[in-house]
């Protein structure tokens, strides 16, 4: 399941990106540019997500998208 908020204009400041489930597995992530800046916002919700037994909670860049097609395709097979 994925969850992405289209528009954020209603939304609480600071709210991730993207929430993926897979099975018992959260994932909590927000995305950045190149030149994407980090608010304190951004950093206490991931830092809270991050606080959950077994969720993934990180800012992640083009460089990381590796990383999430493997996350995605091993969390709950192993």
């Known amino acids: 399941l ?3 908020t289209w528009n954020s204009v209603l939304s ?3 709210f991730p990106d993207l ?3 897979k099975g018992s597995q959260l994932l909590a992530l927000e995305i950045k540019g190149p030149k994407g800046r980090i608010t ?6 991931i830092e809270a997500f991050a606080k ?3 969720a993934i909670s990180k ?4 460089d990381d998208l590796d990383w999430l097609y493997h ?5 709950g097979r192993e």
């Open 2 to 4: 994925v969850y992405h």
């Open 71 to 75: 996350t995605l395709a091993t969390k």
């Open 40 to 45: 304190p916002e951004q950093t206490e919700w």
């Open 52 to 54: 959950l037994p077994g």
């Open 19 to 21: 929430i993926l489930l």
């Open 59 to 62: 800012f992640i860049i083009e």
């Open 12 to 14: 609480s400041r600071g």
